[in-house]
């Protein structure tokens, strides 16, 4: 009897596993499907009462669902983080925090109201509907550009670092050749403007006048062009890998991204497929 009450947790466990991360079973598909339609109409629910008119006639209506959406959201993260071996690890990751993020916003606005319009963020779980489809190689090229994205952090960073450092050397060239009676009266508005012109924005809230000024204002335009398409240029050469993969999320960690013959989770290590001999 001991023995068997161990079993029987292990699969129950099993089986919520199967249902809550797994689309690829009937009763894993309709979770998700059921999963997403609640999202979609939880969104369309926070963006209605923001509209002021809608919320004077039916904000207790919008409240009853908010609440009812997010009781219902907390329950499934409550079962997520129970149904795998290392909950900390799935907490911990991209879906995991957006999980978190979804339902809090709620819990907060009973100290600050406007706080529950952060629910919108309900929106980025609709990533998973490329699982429920299983458009695997919609995951396959998401996961893809993301090791792209990640071997690129440095490159990125230091791209990003020596824009920062252009943009207020510009800035405090601007300040002091076009001064405050042109609507540079600081450096960092100087670099607002540096910011707004490399990035192509142009607003025209401030503008050089001088023809010195307006010769920087050209280089700066120009330059902006192209450091615009240098980080297209570094993940693209990131981009010379590829591999099909499989939907397989990890029993123990929730990982995903493992190649469609892969028996062992290539993060943690565990058993991809702990029901079968």
Known sequence: MPESKPKSDHLLRHRLHEIIFEAD????????????????????????????????????????LEWFFTIIFTVEYVLRLSCIGRPIKYARSFYGVVDLLSILPSYVSLFLPAGKFFLVI?????????????????????????????????????????????????????????????????????????????????????????????????????????????PTGIVTAELTFRRNISTQACPECSAEGHDINAKHCKFCGADLHPGKI
């Open 25 to 64: 079973t009937p009763a894993g598909k309709l979770f998700d499907v059921v999963l997403i339609l609640s999202i979609v109409i939880s969104v369309i629910v926070v963006m209605l009462d923001s509209v002021v008119a809608l919320n004077i006639q039916y904000g207790q209506w919008f409240l009853f």
């Open 122 to 230: 309900r929106i980025l779980r609709l990533l998973r509907v490329f699982r429920v489809l299983k458009l695997v190689q919609y995951v396959g090229e998401s996961n893809f550009l993301q090791r792209a994205l990640w071997a690129s952090r440095r490159k990125i960073a230091v791209f990003l670092l020596s824009v920062f450092l252009l943009m207020v050397l510009f800035g405090s060239v601007m300040y002091l050749v076009e001064g405050a009676e042109n609507g540079f009266t600081s450096i960092p508005r100087s670099i607002y403007w540096a910011v707004v012109t490399m990035t192509t924005v142009g607003y025209g809230d401030i503008s050089p006048q001088t023809s010195l000024g307006q010769a920087i204002a050209s280089l700066v335009m120009i330059l902006g062009y192209g450091i615009i398409a240098i």
